[in-house]
């Protein structure tokens, strides 16, 4: 049974997505940290108690949304077991992004091949930190490409590898784990970051994050080698490149990519007015073009449906 949640659960991400309007885990993840950080930045004055602080909110959200999430899957089957695996289908549906992070690489590219560079500048804004009122097709590109590359990861294939994990565990099921991932994963966004206020609140959270990520990615860059039909020369870059990121994940996974479409990432951002520089990522062999972000995420739906299918049918010889 758990194996045809996965498969359903996939089909109602790919389908659906997050429809407009609905309530969503995240927003309920997203509030409690807003206000707990709130609260933390407004008493707690000193290092070493927004540390603390950092460490409880990080342990108390993860373990408390997993938590939540067996209960309300536990419940439900007391009441009735359709209901139960209805339940467990769309909380599990709404920790795979990877028809919002399809949707928003569409929602950039419309206006740039209409040729509206503006339109196409706002719609970025919405989904990167970097300044966007300068930036040039090619940067536009660029950065749809290394969002999609980096979110590849965490936005798609490591809730999926936390719920196949939760679902070979008899007594969890796959609901816990890729909540408690998809909690990680939203505390990073909010509060993992090096600068301030949240240099200290946040530092514990950015740290359980890329602990969380580190596996699923170098098993996505594996399964991406494989795909390549050449995995020597993906590894061969990744391990050129990838150690010059400052993120231990992902450069792995956007050098990955790179290696697998011919493109190179990375180089000059901008942040509020202030350049930043990262590390080339891949060498430049192909212009980035919509065709590019398109065969990356084409990319990242097969790397989904081979860990879907082998999850599927390890859930079935562990249970025959």
């Known amino acids: 049974m758990e194996g045809l949640i996965l498969a359903i659960a996939a089909l109602l991400d790919f389908l ?13 993840m997203g509030w409690a940290i807003a206000r707990y950080t709130e609260k933390a930045l407004g008493w707690l004055k000193t290092p070493a108690m927004q540390r603390l602080a950092g460490i409880g909110l990080g342990i108390g959200l993860i373990v408390g949304s997993g938590l939540v999430g067996w209960a309300i899957v536990a419940a439900a089957k007391q009441l009735n077991e359709w209901g139960a695996i209805a339940i467990e289908i769309i909380l599990l549906a709404s920790c795979f992004a990877a028809r919002s992070l399809r949707q928003a690489a569409e929602e950039v590219l419309r206006p740039l091949q209409a040729g509206d560079l503006a339109q196409a500048r706002a719609v970025l804004s919405r989904y990167v930190g970097r300044d966007t009122e300068n930036l040039s097709e090619p940067d536009i590109l660029r950065a749809v490409l290394e969002t999609v590359t980096e979110n590849a990861t965490d936005g798609v294939m490591a809730p999926l590898f936390y719920a196949l994990v939760g679902a070979a565990v008899p007594g969890v099921g796959s609901v816990p784990l890729a909540l408690a991932y998809k909690a990680a994963s939203t505390l990073d966004s ?6 301030a206020p949240y240099t200290d609140l946040g530092w514990f959270s950015a740290r359980v994050e890329d602990g969380l990520n580190w596996l699923p990615c170098r ?3 594996l399964t991406l080698s494989l795909l390549s039909g050449n995995p020597l020369h993906v590894w061969k870059l990744c391990l050129r490149d990838a150690p010059q990121d400052p993120s231990p994940n992902s450069g ?4 990955a990519y790179a290696a697998m479409l011919g493109v190179q990432m990375g180089g000059t951002n901008w942040y509020r007015g202030v350049a930043k520089h990262k590390p080339l990522l891949g060498d430049d062999l192909h212009s980035i073009t919509p065709k590019t972000v398109q065969q990356a995420l084409q990319l990242t739906r097969y790397c989904f449906l081979i860990w879907l299918g082998l999850g599927i049918c390890g859930s079935l010889l562990i249970r025959s």
């Open 16 to 28: 659906i997505g997050d429809p407009a309007g609905w309530w969503h885990p995240v927003q309920g």
């Open 252 to 255: 792995w996974s956007e050098c």
């Open 190 to 195: 909010m509060v993992g970051y090096k600068e």
């Open 219 to 221: 098993l996505t860059v």
